[in-house]
């Protein structure tokens, strides 16, 4: 461990550091990627259809290639989800060529995440040397909301790795001063762009300010090289909103969490600025935090410290910040091209910019976003620590070293103990060697020779036990539904003191199945490993789902769908996309998700529908979803007009209406 930390690494080529490859280098590297897909694959069919809401669109996008193209939730094009489609399609081919199973759907997403601790590895190690990239590496996939999200099927896995992505290309453009390396970094702002839209902007400040300071070329050139970038970045991500601004909308699905059947209203609306002052249109409810508390929490620069995000965030934050202070200083006088400094500048703004927008944005905000800042934390992390353990010679090193594990294991120690029954023991251990730690850093002959070894080792420990712990649990416990966290229940929920008691809806806690919750193994209406269907929703309906939760239907259900189900488009309707997603993944056939997301989004109208009604495409109406279990505005109208017109009749406490009668 120590022959890591001290390699030779500051051979130049081209002005340029070169790390030296270590004869451990390639083992530990193996362990770190081979050990990170191991982890990631175990115990991964648990989670079912994961987000059912994705999962339906890839399934509709398996079907249609309409459907894969625009993101259709349906394979019969109704509306969309309420994200561009990139995300979707590397899933969409995988059950293409493997079928509609859960793990057709969630090992692409171990992909995303066993690649992104790759590159950000490679990409830290070049500038840094083989310990920071293997430590960076390490961190990022011990993150507990990394390991959450890289074996789940929301947007994030491939946002990560995009950001990441637009990071390397950043380095090598310092590095060599080329144009060809700025405009990848533009094209994987625009693919990440396609992926989560205007989330991926918060990484642009921290690329362009760095090329500006650190760039090898004129001031004029730099700027000149910095707007071929934007365009790539408008190319790359603005052909597909194009195509889809100018497709006549007759012809094609509506977008889902528009108003106005518009991409670009969702860009800016709903998915843009909405998200920052909480006036998102359509959205669950109004407003956000705004600073006294509400549905997504309260805001604050402690919020990624709160009961809700701390858990899976907030472990080595502190160490980060401190650590990359610190490295930047002793960059002192370095030349102003010197990419080690260029390294801590555009991961440390990444961290600043995204840690205060996540802190202080009042709309919408689940505990799963994030793990965009994991990335910048490790990088942080590992960089930092091998800068400083390199000066330790010098005992402000050492005190700032200690001073860090201190900081570390406080943090640990608040953590843990918001769960009072997990692993209760697991702090008092994070102590003991965080003390040994701080011991062995502060005493000079401790930091030498074979006792090094003891002292770096017990700062690992220390460092990492408490969110291992909490990945451990996040690999363990079976996720479901649209609001997911990792770890124990801590009482955090959508926010602090929030409504779900900080699992998440339908997120069971350890040891548990979601409430409510039926995962596949691909075979329609199975549960993995044949686990008994739960019974009931989230929303008490029998399992025909809610706002937040898939529907669950049983054998009888699936049966009655199926009948005739080539002699319909749709073989049945549900008000919100999560309601419909678990009828059309159990049957395989189009489910019509009224109002899209939320069931709130105007699509279909009262007027469209019964003309669908009238010709024939619907076979059955269900009732419930959406909002609180019901519906709004032209959702509640589709319902109100089906109530009054048709029979009900209802199939294992789920009620429904045959539109053909």
């Known amino acids: 461990m120590t022959t890591l930390l001290t390699a030779p690494e500051d051979h130049v080529h081209d002005g340029a550091p070169r790390p030296v490859r270590t004869r451990w280098e390639p083992w530990a590297a193996a362990a770190l990627i081979l050990g990170t897909a191991v982890a990631y694959l175990v115990n991964l069919s648990s989670n079912g259809w994961a987000n059912s809401f994705y999962s339906a669109a890839v399934q509709a996008g398996s079907q249609s290639w309409e459907a894969f193209f625009f993101g259709s939730s349906d394979a019969a094009n109704s509306i969309t989800v309420d994200k561009p489609p990139m995300s979707l399609w590397l899933m969409e081919l995988s059950v ?62 491939l946002l990560v790795l995009l950001m990441i992505a637009a990071v390397w290309a950043m380095m090598r453009a310092v590095e060599t001063g080329r144009t060809r390396w700025l405009v990848v970094v533009g094209t994987m702002v625009g693919l990440g762009f396609l992926t989560k839209q205007l989330q991926v902007m918060l990484v642009v400040p921290p690329l362009a300010l760095t090329y500006l300071l650190a760039g090898p070329v004129s001031l004029r050139r730099r700027i000149l090289q910095l707007c071929a970038a934007l365009g790539a970045m408008i190319v ?73 995000q701390g858990g899976q965030i907030a472990w080595l934050v502190p160490a980060a910040l401190i650590l990359g202070i610190a490295a930047i200083v002793l960059r002192g006088r370095a030349p102003r091209t010197d990419q080690r400094r260029a390294a801590l500048i555009v991961w440390g703004l990444w ?58 294991v406080v943090t640990s120690w608040i953590l843990l103990s918001r769960s009072a029954s997990f692993v209760p023991w697991l702090k008092v251990v994070v102590v003991l060697v965080g003390v040994l730690a701080v011991v062995g ?33 996040a690999i363990a416990t079976p996720h479901q539904g649209s609001i997911v966290t990792a770890g124990p229940n801590t009482g955090g929920g959508f926010g602090r003191g929030g409504m779900d008691g900080g699992r998440g809806m339908r997120d069971g806690g350890a040891g548990r199945m979601p409430a409510g919750g039926q995962a596949p193994t691909g075979a329609p209406g199975q549960l993995p490993g044949g686990a008994a269907q739960m019974p009931g929703g989230a929303d ?10 898939g529907s669950t239907p049983s ?12 002699s319909y488009t749709w073989v049945a309707a549900a008000i919100g996309s999560n309601a419909a997603s678990g009828y059309q993944l159990a049957t395989e056939d189009p489910v019509m998700p009224i109002g899209g997301f939320n069931g709130s989004d105007p699509s279909p109208t009262l007027a469209e529908f019964q003309q669908y009604v009238a010709d024939g495409e619907i076979h059955w109406f269900i009732a419930g979803g959406g909002m609180g279990g019901g519906a709004s505005g032209t959702s509640a109208e589709i319902s109100e007009w089906v109530t009054a017109t048709f029979t009900a009749q209802t199939v294992d406490g789920v009620t429904l209406y045959d539109l053909t009668a």
């Open 540 to 549: 008490g309906g029998g399992g025909m789902g809610g706002l937040l939760d």
């Open 96 to 157: 293409r060529v493997f079928g509609l199973n859960s793990w057709a759907i969630l090992v692409p997403q171990v992909v995303l995440g066993v690649a992104s601790v790759t590159l950000l590895w490679r990409t830290v190690r070049r500038q840094w040397g083989p310990a920071a990239g293997l430590l960076a590496g390490l961190v990022l996939a011990l993150t507990p909301v990394a390991a959450l999200m890289f074996r789940f099927n929301n947007p994030d896995a």
């Open 555 to 566: 054998a009888e259900m699936v049966a009655l769908l199926e009948e005739n189900s080539d």
């Open 236 to 308: 790359s991500a603005g052909w597909w909103i194009a195509v889809v601004e100018l497709w006549p909308a007759s012809s094609r699905p509506w977008i889902g969490g528009s108003q106005n059947n518009s991409i670009l209203e969702l860009t800016l609306g709903y998915n843009g600025l909405g998200r920052l002052n909480g006036e998102e249109t359509g959205s669950v409810t109004p407003g956000g935090g705004g600073g006294g508390g509400g549905m997504w929490g309260e805001t604050g620069i402690l919020r990624m410290f709160d009961a809700s």
């Open 351 to 408: 961290l600043l910019v995204t840690g205060l927008t996540f802190s202080f944005m009042a709309g919408i905000f689940h505990s799963y976003y994030t793990v965009a800042l994991a990335p910048a934390v490790a990088a942080l992390v590992g960089m930092g620590s091998v800068a400083l353990w390199r000066a330790r010679e010098h005992l402000v090193a050492r005190i700032v070293l200690a001073a860090t594990v201190v900081a570390t």
């Open 441 to 473: 850093l502060l005493v000079p002959r401790l930091t030498r020779g074979r006792l090094a070894a003891v002292t770096v080792l017990a700062a690992v420990i220390a460092g990492l036990a408490g969110p291992t712990a909490y990945a451990a649990n």
